[in-house]
């Protein structure tokens, strides 16, 4: 049997539900495939603060250095002040500077735009998302929008790696350089130097106003979106509608060294403690963490008993038309598993 020490971080809001869901059925699917996980919990944001007087406590910080690996539920931020980020504080630690969103349909769940399948991938550590900010006067401030050809030639390099690898035709990068001329400039002269090595991969640019309409218009004549941090961030909630909203679509954040593995969506306090998150996000970002810690076989048998619970229909969470809750999911994932994939 083989051990993978994973770091786990619940999250709060809503976080600890959906955690404890997939935590059970990856133990379950590990139990069945030779494969055991050593979770390593710790708490971050404001529930760390008020027991270890940190938001993120150092053993958090090497539990991550140590594994490598790290599921984590969503973390609150508060709105116009407070503490930094969490998540973007541990991108920038641990330097995860590409943003994996797949974007896919589930089989058997209807929505508005069927047999969507786009990636989105996002830089992870610059532009205003830095959250790099200060007051010049009083009623004057300042974000600085921060790019380098660095940080966008990496970017750049990785969606074109992904789509030459797994056969994806189209990278479009989505820039405002139209106004940004300098910021978005750089970060488009980049993508457009590093797109010239993949000649069998087609190279679009489209401005991100005009990208929102075109997506809304026709999400299907997109294959792979390659994105500064911000635009990122909003085409990803954005695309998750298509097929069925925040509670579907996984993420994963990518650097050398660690990886985080997490939902696209935040701590949804309107819901949280009632039984009613969708798991399945936490999930399929656990399905991508089974890949790349080379469980394949265990990353099937989750991934078959989640579309198995879907194409039934039977059994689903409110936000995608069901009436079940977190824990009824869970449950019927687990014995969808229970058959022979
Ligand atoms: P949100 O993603 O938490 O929620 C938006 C809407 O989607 C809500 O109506 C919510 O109920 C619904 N939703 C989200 N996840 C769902 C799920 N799994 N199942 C069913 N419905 C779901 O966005 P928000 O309300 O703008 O943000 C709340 C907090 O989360 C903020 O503090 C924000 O900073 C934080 N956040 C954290 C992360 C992260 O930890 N990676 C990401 C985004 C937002």
Redesign the pocket.
Known sequence: MKTHKITLIP?D??GPE?SSAVVSILEAAGAATGVRFEWHRHLAGAEAFEKTREYIPKELYESIEENRVAL?G??????GGGFA???VTLRKKFELFANFRPVKNLPGLKTKYPDVDLIIVRENMEDLYAGLEHEVVPGVVQALKVITSKGSTRIAKFAFDYARKHGRKKVHAIHKANIMKLSDGLFLRCCRDVSLGFPEVSYHEHIVDNACMQLVMNPYQYDVLLTENLYGDILSDLCSAFVG???LVPGANLGTECAIF??????????AGKD??????LLQSAVLMLHHINEPETAERVQAGLEQVYREGKVL?K?VGGTSGTKAFADAVLKAMEAPV
């Open positions: 999250g809001g809503i959906v984590k969503p973390v609150t931020t508060p709105v980020s969490i998540n909203g925040l509670g997490e939902a696209v969506h935040g701590s949804a306090p309107d819901i009613m998150a969708n798991p399945t996000a969470t936000d």
